[in-house]
């Protein structure tokens, strides 16, 4: 079972998600070329470790949040709420708060 | 000596052919089976170094030594040759798309899996038992006619059928009107079927390997080396290999790949699962698939019923299964088939799925000179693996991408011109 930190709700089963997948950063309306719009629609990291990411807790508090998630383990590390995309491997504390999920899943992932 | 001509383990001798006599000549004394393939030591250079051991990478691999006679070649596979994708799909082939350059790609992959036994001498247990997609509402029975006009077209057999001819195909259907999704017809395939998936990896790789091709299990891709933009070596784990050409076949892993050159491709990873029951007696003819329950099924010449579903609903590189999975996919399959509520449920397993923003492959050249890419396959590689093989042979071979394969570059994600192949999946994403 993979759980999810909600940040309002704990730590839950991931059925009550929707991924909404990799954050990635808008290009500016004001000056970007079609080719930019299409790299921010279409190009994904995709890496095989820790990634962050927004979720969608569909069945639950129906909030929009971040996430750091291991995409080998899926194991999650900590969520936050806000549209505000931190730095990868950040600490929590940097975060302003959110729910540090290795607590609750007991040990952290790699 | 009849012997002469058995594979060493060290890699001399010769290939040896498969036949009726050379069944009951090697069965009586059970002691000198050949070797499929050899083993070999990884040589310092190769023409073409292709990434990934699975049915597209062996494939390319056979028709670049069958068709173009290019054999100085290597396929190279960080762990056993059919251990991913070809080795963890539901094995349904099929070619009733819905665009016509669709039907006609697929149809070619079809048309490859029929003569394949006697092109690679390997049995590969194709069963054309018909493919059957059902239909439980107007919407699907509308796009089912489309399909089936399409695909009467381009000279596939291919008809939308109502509930009588199919509960007459499969007498176990719930065809009543009364269910949560009642059937209210299908578009029936009898082209269609199921294959032995391993069968068609080791044939590939046995006729790769008579063909003069190293293959090399056990070997991972570490980097790529470039000189400007242009491929020069592959390096390994067990060292480099001097290579102005190297083909990245890597499915699920495509992007870990084309990140060692600076590729960018729109690749997310999915797991996909599936699951198998207990062996039981013939019961069950065609495939019968449903996009409407995100579900197929199929009975094995083993007598296991095959289940596939959609891929999971999330981006990752676990193959872990879930009982989520288990749950939703037995609710699925009772619906279609109450009759077999006491089945057992085997095992369950996941492979990795490189899903493009429109459910087309990538295929062709990339903005680094050597570095050709055959990813993106999705749900639906391995019905396309010859003809994939085929198509990447020929660019290899003449520099220039076949006209197949020419509408599914990399270039059309930039350029926005996608493929809007929507019978590409057989159940919705």
Known sequence: MILVPCPHCGPRNVSEFRHIGESTARPDPGSATPEQWRDYLYLRRNPAGWTIETWYHRAGCRAYFGAERHTVTNRFRRSWLGGQVPPLAGTVAEMGGGVDASSAEGSPGP | ????????????????????????????????????????????????????????????????????????????????????????????????????????????????????????????????????????????????????????????????????????????????????????????????????????????????????????????????????????????????????????????????????????????????????????????????????????????DRGELVFGASTDPYTSYSTRGSLEFTEELAGHVLELMPSIAQLRVLRQWAGLCDITPDFSPVMGVTPVDGFLVDVGWGTYGFKAGPVAGEAMAELIATGKPPENIAGFDLARFPEGRLVGEKGAAAVGH
């Open chain 2, 1 to 300: 000596m009849l012997l002469l001509d058995r594979y060493r383990r060290d890699g001399s001798g010769r290939p040896s052919r498969y036949s009726a006599f050379d069944l009951v000549r090697r069965g009586l004394g059970h002691t000198d089976w050949p070797r499929a393939w050899r083993e070999h030591a990884l040589a310092a250079s190769y023409d073409a170094v292709i990434v990934g051991g699975g049915v597209h990478g062996l494939a390319t691999a056979y028709y670049l030594a069958a068709n173009h006679g290019i054999t100085d070649v290597a396929v190279i596979e960080k762990g056993y040759i059919g251990g991913g994708g070809s080795g963890r799909n539901t094995a349904i082939i099929r070619s009733n798309y819905l665009t016509p350059e669709g039907v006609r790609f697929y149809d070619r992959s079809l048309k490859l899996y029929e003569t394949l036994s006697a092109d690679l001498n390997f049995n590969v247990m194709f069963s054309q038992r018909g493919h059957l997609t059902l239909a439980h509402n107007d919407g699907s029975l509308r796009t089912m006619r489309w399909r089936a006009e399409v695909n009467k077209l381009e000279g596939i057999d291919s008809e939308v059928i109502g509930p009588d001819d199919i509960k007459a195909l499969v007498p176990f259907m719930d065809v009543s009107t009364d269910t949560r999704y009642p059937i209210l017809g299908a578009l029936y395939h009898p082209p269609g079927g199921i294959i032995r998936h391993d069968a068609v990896v080791w044939g590939y790789a046995r006729g790769a390997d008579a063909g003069g091709v190293h293959i090399h299990q056990n070997t991972e891709l570490v980097g790529i080396e470039t000189e400007g933009d242009k491929v020069v070596a592959a390096l390994t784990n067990r060292g480099r290999i001097a290579t102005p050409v190297v083909v990245n076949c890597t499915a699920g892993w495509a992007t870990l790949v084309a990140d060692m050159v600076g590729v960018r491709l729109p690749i997310v990873t999915h797991p996909l699962q599936a699951a198998v029951t207990e062996p039981v007696k013939p019961f069950l003819g065609p495939v019968v698939v449903s996009g409407t329950l995100h579900v197929y099924v199929s009975q094995t």
